[in-house]
Every structure is written in C-alpha cells, then in structure tokens.
C-alpha cells in the first residue's frame, strides 16, 4: 500500500511534517538572480481571483474569501498600479476566468471554489506565470502541464490544519452518535427517541484510524486521546518517530489490517495520481462492516458511486466530509441523497480564523513575488518549472 502514497508524499493534504520537498537542481543561482531582477521591473501585473459568492453573508467583512470581500486585497494592489480583477465565474469557455486568461499574470483560487487549471488552459494563458492557493491543496491545477510551461505553483501550507482537525472530530462525532437524523426530527416536528438512539454508538472503546500522518492527521489524533478510544492507529509511508507515537497515543498499522479493524476512517491524505480513487470499491469492502469514513481531504480519494453502494448496502454506517468532485457537485450528485451521510459544502479550512491567516499568506506571497524574493519553501508546490518530488 505504501506505493500509493509514494515514497515522498505529503503526509496530510498540502502538508508537510519535519521534512521538505526536494526540487531538481536544474536552475543555477544565477538565473534565479535574473528571473528575480526581471520580475521585480515588471511595473504593472494583472491579477485575476477566482473566489465564491457569499451574498448577503459578505456583510460581515471577515469573511475575506469571497468575491464581495476579494481577500482584502484590491486596495494593497491598486496601490502599487496592478489590475485586479475577482470573479466567481469559472466554467466554460465563455466564463469571465477564460476571457482573462490570456493576459492574466497571476492566478490566486481557493480550495473551495476551485478554478481549474488544466493543460489546456495553462497554454491559453501565455503570461501566467504565478498560481496562488489561497489556502492548502493545489490538485485543481494540472502541476505536470504548470511544470511543463515553467510557472509557479504555491500555497499558504499551514493555513488551516486547525480549522481542518476540529472539523474531523466534530464530524465523527456527528456520525456516530447519530446527531444528524435526531436533530431532523425536531426541525420536522418529530420526537422518536428510539429511532435517534438505535443507532447512536459512544466514541469510547472504539478503534479509530487515520491515514495520513501529516499536520492535520497529527492534529486528529491529538484531539482523540480524551475520548478514551479502545485502539487509535495510523497509516502512513513512514513511521512516526517512537516519541511521537507515545506524545499522540498512537501505533502503525498496515493500510489492510487498519480498514479491517477500525470503526471509524479518517482521511487525511493530498489528492494525488496515486491517492485518486484509493477508497474504491474493493477498499471499502475490506472495511468493517458498519464502519464510518471521514473525508475532508479531497473527494477524488473516494470513488464516488462505491461510497453510494456501501451505504445502501450498509458496509458503511455513515460517511461525512466537505470535499466532493468536482466542486461545486451538479445537483443529482448521488453523494447528495445516499442515506446516512454528513455532507456540506467545503469549509472546514476557511474558518474566519483560516481566512484571516491564508488571506494574510497570499498577500505576503503576492509582495515576495513583485520584490522578486523567494516564497517560504514549503509553500512551493512547483517552483518555476520544477516540480516538488511527491507529485512527479
């Protein structure tokens, strides 16, 4: 199982652990200088930002991650003479993110509205040269085609791990007390106390387990340990250090042994050529039966319809997350109406403590860029055509 993951890969979607990526070497310093000094003489850029409409809720300005609030970003830019154009307008060929695309230097999207960036765009767009996540997970862009045309991919790592770890917990509680269905009753007039109780389960003496190890699986466990489970493991590439296992309350397991013994599954894994599609069917039939898998990494871990199966079937009890494929999900998504699920739309990462932190990382990101000065290095995801060595 480890091959899936690669022997590089990143530990907890877009993020690393105590290690970084390693970049082929073929830039020499030199170049590095120029393409900084060049890209420091550039007077004027256009920035485009593909963002979700929020409507009324744009009202409160702390919820910079929209079009109506643009990241808190338009004044910064003008200021120093750059155009900044904010949309939510993204699919199709006559959408306002494909009209500028052509001349658009910077391209800044978020996980939660995610702008696509596939070959084909990334030819169209000649004066690309800097993809921005506002937040963390770049897999909306095509990172081989953005290595290929020599842009920049980045993103603000670390922006939301938090936001992300307090949401799984909540979500598996959600899940196995069976919160949702009792709290539909009162919102549909009803009062069944057997109906809510036959399936509400207590979370201790239960075995939990997370694959993925990184900063938010570590966080998971963290969250855990007061809740007195029977068994909390962990599946990843690479061992925790001994300590680590000891501080988290935590042990290896095989990916196998781990789906065959576990009640509850999170996933905390980067969506990735060899994570896509890793809970497929056959997988989810070596779960327990009646288990719960959590996802709030990226939907495309999950194959869709064999998500759907195993809920009508019962192998699976529940499955709650926030990330589907693609996003936003067309209206007769199966994932929308299969029983027993938690699904909402995507924001466990853009808390308004998330967005203060990852609209205040795309601002130091975008003024780095223009002083022609490096990025932090675990935010490069390709690094002017150099591709982090997970994703090759």
């Known amino acids: 199982m480890s091959s899936l993951l690669g022997n590089n890969a990143v530990h907890a979607y877009g993020h690393r652990c105590s290690w970084q990526p390693a970049f082929r070497t073929t830039s020499t ?21 593909v963002l979700y409409k929020a409507g009324k809720a744009a009202e409160n300005k702390d919820l910079l991650g929209c079009v109506e609030n643009e990241l808190g970003l338009r004044e910064f830019l003008e200021e120093q003479g750059h155009e900044y154009i904010v949309t939510d307008d993204k ?17 800044i999207s978020t ?32 990172l081989h085609a953005a ?16 936001s992300v ?52 699986g570590q966080l998971v466990l963290q969250r855990l340990q007061g809740f007195g489970c029977k068994e909390v493991l ?8 001994e300590s680590k296992e000891k501080e988290l ?23 990735t050529d060899k994570t896509k599609g890793m809970f497929n069917k056959e997988t989810i039939g070596k779960m327990k039966k009646g288990a719960y898998l959590i996802n709030t990494a990226r939907g495309g871990i999950c194959d869709r319809d064999a998500v759907a199966e195993a809920l009508e079937s019962g192998q699976l009890l529940g499955y709650a997350g926030d990330v589907w494929d693609p996003q936003p999900p067309p209206e007769d998504h199966p994932w929308r109406t299969m029983p027993n699920h938690g699904m909402t739309p995507h924001y466990s990462g853009t808390t ?7 609209a205040e990382g795309t601002k130091q990101m975008l003024q780095n860029w223009f002083d022609g000065k490096e990025f932090p290095e675990k935010w490069y995801i390709v690094r002017e055509g150099e591709l982090a060595e997970q994703y090759k």
Not at 37 to 48: F, G, T
Not at 147 to 162: C, L, P, Q, R, Y
Not at 189 to 211: E, F, I, P
Not at 234 to 241: A, N, V
Request: charged fraction near 25%.
């Open 352 to 358: 308004l403590d998330a967005q203060e932190r990852y």
């Open 91 to 107: 699919e199709g060929e006559n959408s306002e993110l494909e009209k500028h695309l052509e001349d658009c230097n910077i391209l």
């Open 147 to 162: 290595a290929d045309s020599g842009m920049t991919v980045a993103e603000v790592t670390g922006s939301n791990v938090v």
């Open 165 to 216: 770890a307090e949401h799984v917990v909540m979500l598996i509680l959600t899940m196995v007390r069976n919160y949702l269905p009792a709290h539909k009753q009162i919102t549909d007039g009803g009062w069944d106390v057997g109906a809510a109780a036959s399936k509400a389960y207590d979370l201790q003496c239960k075995t939990v387990g997370t694959v993925g190890t990184g900063a938010i």
């Open 234 to 241: 962990y599946f990843d590439y690479k061992h925790l250090d």
């Open 249 to 271: 309350c935590c042990s290896f397991a095989e990916f196998d042994d781990l789906i065959k013994k576990c009640d509850v599954v999170t996933i905390n894994l980067p969506l």
């Open 29 to 49: 310093a030199r170049s590095r200088t120029r393409l900084a000094i060049v890209r420091a003489e550039q007077s004027k850029q256009k920035i485009v930002a």
């Open 111 to 142: 996980p939660f509205h995610p702008a696509y960036l596939t070959k084909e765009r990334i030819e169209k767009a000649k004066n690309l040269k800097l993809s921005i996540t506002a937040g963390v997970g770049s897999d909306h862009v095509d």
